[in-house]
């Protein structure tokens, strides 16, 4: 999975700066989550933490959120993870290529294997803080860049970096809803979406692929764009309806100047009374803004931009507005 040569983005996955929308500083900035408590072995949670703090500007949660994408933090029993390779060739818990690992495994960190080997985890997390210091991470100039630079696919980079919020309570960067015909205001601050919105918004792009299927709502299988909705909240402990029409009728349409927060559900079709389309917001890439949703017929669950105006046109709907699950119902 791992590739030798760098790569950069021309902008913060979620975040018009260098490094907006990725939690700040060094390994001890960030205290860990309840979700990363309950997900990362305690091990794993140290080490993580350990590594990145040879990084300063390389948040802990973003090299423990490519843990656990990779293995499962270790714990995975599909190949290539404690011995031999999968099918790209790739090895251990950080699923690095041999090439790869070479160039970033020595000096051997404390308590690593000597030789060191992508199999021992200690080499392996502390090969994986080197490389993303080496590609954007150090003093935090392009975190995303250097997640990228992990591994080439932009929806990986969504993913890992929703994770990587959820297990430091951190929020992304987020973007100002404007007026009809104003302009996309982007700042670094703001409050966290809370978890359920992380937690929703992590368990969807887990999903990117999964066909569309009208009425689908299965892992693996198929959904639907709100079936996609309601499937990922309901994981994060929120029910909804099953319809777009239904879940935007059942929470109120946040105001103009609310801050977007990822997990916030974004609506489309021609008007407020007659919603068509809705996908979960994640964040600003480059000036554009993007969700996750289950698109239409012969589509995949992907990653995708779309207009954050209200009434601006997206393909034949509008954006007709957000709303934040847990905030209850509008008047």
Known sequence: MLAGATGVVSASLLGNGTNDGVPAGAAGDVGPSSVAS????AGMLTLYRAAAGTCPGLPWTVLAAIGTVESGNGTSTLPGVHS????????????????????????????????????????AVYAAARMLCANGAAGGVDVPGAVFAYNHDEAYVAKVLALAQSFGQVAPASVIVPTVGGTIGGTAGGTAGGTAGAIAVDWALAQVGTPYIWGGETPGVGFDCSGLVQAAYKVAGIALPRVAQDQ??????????????????????????????????????????????????????????????????????????????GLGPGP
Do not use: C, K
């Open 84 to 123: 031999g390779a999968n099918a790209a060739g790739a090895e251990g818990p950080m699923q690095f290529e041999p090439p790869t690992f070479a160039a970033y495994a020595e000096p051997v960190p404390p308590g690593g294997a000597t030789p060191p080997t992508p199999y021992d985890p200690v080499d």
């Open 248 to 325: 935007f009728d059942a929470g109120s349409t946040l105001p103009q100047g609310t801050v977007l927060q990822p997990g916030d559900l974004v609506f489309f079709g021609t008007g407020p009374r007659q919603v068509s389309h809705v996908g979960l917001y994640l964040g600003v890439q480059g000036g554009r803004t993007l969700m996750v949703d289950a698109p239409h017929t012969g589509a995949d669950v992907r990653v995708e931009p779309f207009p954050v105006t209200p009434g601006a046109t997206w393909g034949s709907d509008i954006f007709v507005g957000a709303t934040r699950p």
């Open 38 to 41: 309950g997900e990362i072995p």
